[in-house]
């Protein structure tokens, strides 16, 4: 298995493709600990049925996977390193505070009528006791959290523990101050910022083709589809009753969770930006584009005066 894909990527456009196969649906088998059911997903469902192994002109099929946790788990990362060391991943980041309000009303919709905490409760770990996604009981979580935390938007923390970059200098550890373990990965990371997924971002111009060559595709990948609204506007929320959980980040309400969330942006955007892309193990798409991207991550695009093209009050933050 040469590519398993882990991150909020949207995969039914690699799935699309002919010489790709991405799972449909969250494997998360190795965070979980189950390396095994990895070997039954791609073998005995794929393999043997016929739809993974080569193209009619001989060509190697890609497997692919989705599993948005798997860096931030106590067991993903290593196994991953232990039974699939030449694995590329595929990263998408987005703003944190875009992020934390999507991850939030997702759950809150899910979940309903049972509530999520509220936001400004949900400042720090999402764990006590572990900076860990746990995905069994390594810490008590508050009531009502459903693993959501602004600690989860520290993405240079997770991201560090990949091990691209030298970490030999105060100024870097000074920004990776935590407590996770280090598992330094064989294969290649390429990194992107959501935006860069939408046709009418100058930032997606080459990112079909950067990607088809960072994965060595033989077939030309589909063009991105223009998104037809976000969020709330999604055409999966489609209840009414459960959409009275959502949140509108912007509310004045939430300003001291915003005030975190930028603050771990700004970090996070200034680590990739002047150490992990230095790597030659990461590859960006139009890395200037993706920098001017990150750099807004350390404002709060609820602000009038934010560097957004629109201050989204209308819960298009998602």
């Not at 990607?211 to 506007?233: A, C, V």
Request: aromatic fraction near 10%.
């Amino acid at each position: 298995m040469q590519i398993p894909l882990f991150t909020l990527l949207r995969q039914h456009w690699l799935a699309r493709n002919e010489d790709t196969f991405v799972h449909n649906g969250e494997v998360c088998a190795l965070s979980q600990d189950k390396p095994q059911e990895i070997v039954s997903t791609y073998y005995d469902q794929v393999i043997k049925s016929g739809r993974m192994a080569t193209t009619t002109e001989g060509h190697r099929i890609k497997g692919g996977l989705k599993c948005p946790k798997e860096i931030s788990t106590e067991k993903g990362l290593d196994n991953w390193s232990k039974y699939f060391p030449e694995t590329k991943f595929i990263v998408t980041t987005r703003h944190p505070v875009k992020w934390f309000q999507s991850f939030y009303n997702y759950h809150a919709y899910g979940q309903w009528p049972r509530r999520v905490a509220h936001p400004n409760e949900l400042i720090g770990a999402c764990y006590e006791g572990s900076e860990y996604l746990c995905t069994s009981k390594c810490g008590h979580s508050r009531p009502g959290n459903t693993k959501i935390c602004t600690d989860r938007a520290n993405f240079h923390h997770s991201l560090s523990r990949l091990g691209k970059t030298p970490m030999d200098t105060p100024e870097e550890i000074a920004m990776l101050d935590h407590n996770m373990s280090l598992v330094p990965h064989k294969g290649k990371l390429f990194l992107m910022e959501i935006s860069q997924l939408f046709p009418d971002s100058p930032s997606s111009k080459t990112l079909k083709d950067d990607i088809s060559e960072f994965l060595d595709l033989k077939y030309e990948l589909n063009d991105l589809r223009q998104r037809h609204g976000t969020g709330t506007q999604n055409h999966e929320y489609i209840s009414e009753d459960r959409k009275q959980a959502f949140i509108d980040i912007c509310d004045d309400e939430f300003a001291p969770v915003r005030e975190v969330l930028v603050g771990n942006g700004k970090e996070a955007a200034e680590w990739i930006t002047e150490f992990l892309m230095k790597s030659p193990d990461v590859v960006v798409s139009q890395p200037e584009e993706f920098i001017k991207l990150l750099a807004k991550w350390g404002q709060d695009p609820c602000n009038e005066d934010a560097d957004y093209p629109h201050r989204q009050r209308d819960r298009r933050l998602m």
